[in-house]
């Protein structure tokens, strides 16, 4: 696998990419704790804040980026997927790091990742993920980072972040995704997230289902762990809408903090906020944040195709929902942040999702849907997706065009002719997400490269970075409108 030597980014990217992809999983630590041991342990060079859930995990490892920076921390966050470059999975200090850093790092460890990959560990060489775990691990370390923020990518025991052992276990809200690896119900997922906690370390628990918290309580009393929860330890108190965001006040250590404008849409996204500042706030072993820092941290937070707006005039969203459970925080975070009428939907989704069941919330506020397709083998084709869309909505609401940029073009060019108020929402996938972010964003952006998707007339299949949407990715959780205290999880953490 590392036969040859490798002077470019490209070809580290697509060496990478010829390894066992994430969506095909080898459920073991073995390899990764092979590596690490020959690397030195960098895992373990600083505290640790790990993050796992179905949604929410990557706005809520941002901000806590953001709230760890704003003490003066240098943080090494470790995401995904990514949207348009490998580099986004590595961050320190908030940004990505340099390619050339990313392969001085690769080239550093790849004799390494050789020795584990000639033991074929339970016949398995090292995947896609688990090397890149290592590579992360390796960069925080050498940089050196003080605190690391790792969010999963998929499940928890055994995922290969899990070979680190989290100071502070963060869990968003759990819901279905991944069946086929995690189980079928909540709780038969939340058993597998759950493997995050442990000995000696705080979790912070988001708002759940009763029968996930069920689960989560076990756990924690299991490994002899006091939880912080939300609603009962930590929460979101209030919020109103607001230009560019919303103002928010949540409870705290401290008690009530409020008046904090957060550059985000969506309540999902403040109660991220409120569970991302109890994770901060139990690192330091529960000393309060100052209402001061909290808020110079969020001033900065940016959470790219989390309902982004990256063109106006028409106006064209972004967004990464790809399960029922997000596309419902999504769609009203749509409504409250834009008000498009009508809503013109790019819509392109994987096949390993909950299509039908994704696809009937997104219908509820979508005039027209455009179905399109990633630049991925895992994509669901476009005619695929416009006959079940066809069975929920009927044949005048759906259309097919199977290349996202003519999508694109189509779905401006309809909200042209809608005229005011019209808007257009990319969503689905990752992939799609960061597809269309490359074509409409990132080509005017000074702070780093971008991988074309489009070549010809024709997909260019190298520029599938693997896995794209093939991890628990981001787009969080739906909520009830709160009001003070009383809160919709009230009871089951009892």
Request: glycine share 10%.
């Given at each position: 696998m590392?036969g040859?030597?490798?002077?470019?980014?490209?070809?580290?990217?697509?060496?990478?990419?010829r390894?066992?992809?994430?969506?095909?999983?080898?459920?073991?630590?073995?390899?990764?704790?092979?590596?690490?041991?020959l690397?030195?342990?960098?895992?373990r060079?600083?505290p640790v804040?790990?993050?796992t859930g179905?949604?929410?995990?990557?706005?809520t490892?941002?901000i806590v980026?953001a709230?760890?920076?704003?003490q003066g921390?240098?943080?090494?966050?470790?995401a995904?997927?990514?949207l348009?470059d490998?580099?986004e999975r590595?961050c320190?200090?908030?940004?990505?790091v340099?390619?050339?850093?990313f392969?001085?790092?690769?080239?550093d460890?790849?004799p390494?990742?050789?020795?584990?990959d000639?033991?074929?560990?339970?016949?398995?060489?090292?995947?896609?993920?688990?090397?890149?775990t290592?590579?992360a691990?390796?960069?925080?370390a050498?940089?050196?980072?003080?605190?690391?923020v790792?969010?999963?990518?998929?499940?928890?025991s055994?995922?290969?972040?899990?070979?680190?052992d989290?100071?502070?276990?963060v869990?968003?809200p759990?819901?279905?995704?991944?069946?086929e690896?995690?189980?079928?119900?909540?709780?038969?997922?939340?058993?597998?997230k759950?493997?995050?906690?442990?000995?000696?370390?705080?979790?912070?628990l988001?708002?759940?289902?009763?029968?996930v918290?069920q689960?989560?309580?076990?756990?924690?009393?299991?490994v002899?762990?006091?939880?912080?929860?939300?609603?009962?330890?930590?929460?979101?108190l209030?919020?109103?809408p607001?230009v560019?965001g919303q103002v928010?006040?949540?409870?705290?250590?401290?008690?009530?903090?409020?008046?904090?404008?957060?550059?985000?849409?969506g309540?999902?996204?403040?109660?991220?906020?409120?569970?991302?500042?109890?994770?901060?706030e139990a690192?330091?072993?529960?000393?309060?944040?100052?209402?001061?820092l909290i808020?110079?941290?969020?001033?900065?937070?940016e959470?790219?195709a989390?309902?982004?707006?990256?063109r106006?005039?028409p106006?064209?969203v972004?967004?990464?929902?790809?399960?029922?459970?997000g596309a419902?925080a999504?769609?009203?975070?749509m409504g409250e942040a834009?008000?498009?009428?009508?809503?013109?939907?790019?819509?392109?989704m994987?096949?390993?999702?909950?299509i039908?069941?994704?696809l009937?919330v997104?219908?509820?506020?979508?005039?027209?849907?455009?179905?399109?397709q990633?630049?991925s083998?895992?994509?669901?084709p476009a005619d695929d997706?416009?006959?079940?869309?066809?069975?929920?909505?009927?044949?005048?609401?759906?259309?097919?065009?199977?290349?996202?940029?003519?999508?694109i073009?189509?779905a401006?060019?309809l909200?042209?002719?809608?005229?005011?108020?019209?808007?257009?929402l990319v969503c689905?996938?990752?992939?799609?997400a960061g597809q269309?972010?490359?074509m409409?964003v990132a080509a005017?952006?000074?702070?780093?490269?971008?991988?074309?998707?489009?070549?010809?007339?024709?997909?260019?299949?190298?520029?599938?970075?693997a896995?794209?949407?093939?991890?628990?990715?981001?787009?969080?959780?739906?909520?009830?409108?709160?009001?003070?205290?009383?809160r919709a999880?009230?009871?089951?953490?009892?």
């Amino acid at each position: 696998m590392l036969g040859r030597i490798m002077s470019t980014h490209a070809e580290i990217v697509s060496e990478l990419n010829r390894r066992w992809p994430e969506q095909q999983i080898a459920p073991s630590l073995a390899r990764i704790q092979a590596l690490v041991e020959l690397l030195g342990d960098p895992q373990r060079s600083c505290p640790v804040i790990q993050l796992t859930g179905t949604n929410g995990k990557g706005s809520t490892a941002i901000i806590v980026d953001a709230l760890l920076r704003a003490q003066g921390l240098r943080t090494g966050r470790y995401a995904s997927p990514h949207l348009t470059d490998l580099t986004e999975r590595i961050c320190i200090d908030g940004e990505p790091v340099s390619q050339e850093r990313f392969d001085e790092a690769y080239a550093d460890i790849a004799p390494y990742v050789q020795m584990v990959d000639d033991q074929a560990i339970e016949g398995v060489a090292m995947t896609f993920f688990e090397v890149l775990t290592g590579l992360a691990f390796a960069i925080f370390a050498d940089a050196p980072v003080d605190v690391m923020v790792l969010e999963v990518g998929m499940g928890g025991s055994w995922d290969a972040t899990n070979v680190a052992d989290a100071d502070v276990a963060v869990v968003t809200p759990i819901d279905v995704d991944h069946t086929e690896y995690l189980g079928e119900t909540p709780a038969e997922i939340a058993v597998e997230k759950a493997g995050i906690i442990k000995v000696g370390s705080v979790p912070v628990l988001a708002g759940q289902a009763a029968e996930v918290a069920q689960v989560l309580m076990a756990r924690c009393a299991e490994v002899g762990v006091a939880p912080l929860r939300e609603g009962i330890d930590f929460g979101l108190l209030d919020r109103t809408p607001a230009v560019g965001g919303q103002v928010i006040r949540i409870n705290t250590v401290a008690g009530s903090v409020g008046d904090l404008h957060l550059p985000l849409y969506g309540e999902h996204m403040a109660r991220n906020t409120a569970l991302a500042v109890a994770a901060v706030e139990a690192l330091s072993g529960g000393r309060p944040l100052a209402p001061d820092l909290i808020s110079d941290a969020l001033a900065v937070v940016e959470a790219p195709a989390r309902t982004e707006l990256v063109r106006t005039s028409p106006p064209v969203v972004l967004d990464t929902c790809h399960n029922p459970h997000g596309a419902r925080a999504t769609m009203a975070a749509m409504g409250e942040a834009y008000g498009f009428a009508p809503l013109i939907g790019v819509v392109g989704m994987m096949a390993d999702k909950d299509i039908e069941g994704t696809l009937a919330v997104l219908a509820e506020d979508m005039a027209t849907i455009l179905c399109t397709q990633a630049a991925s083998a895992r994509a669901v084709p476009a005619d695929d997706l416009a006959e079940i869309a066809r069975g929920l909505v009927g044949e005048d609401r759906v259309v097919v065009v199977p290349r996202l940029d003519d999508a694109i073009e189509a779905a401006i060019a309809l909200a042209d002719e809608a005229g005011a108020g019209a808007g257009v929402l990319v969503c689905g996938s990752v992939a799609l997400a960061g597809q269309a972010r490359g074509m409409l964003v990132a080509a005017t952006s000074p702070k780093r490269p971008t991988v074309a998707v489009a070549v010809g007339d024709s997909w260019d299949d190298d520029v599938e970075l693997a896995g794209w949407g093939s991890m628990d990715d981001d787009d969080d959780s739906d909520a009830d409108r709160l009001d003070g205290d009383d809160r919709a999880i009230d009871g089951h953490w009892a």
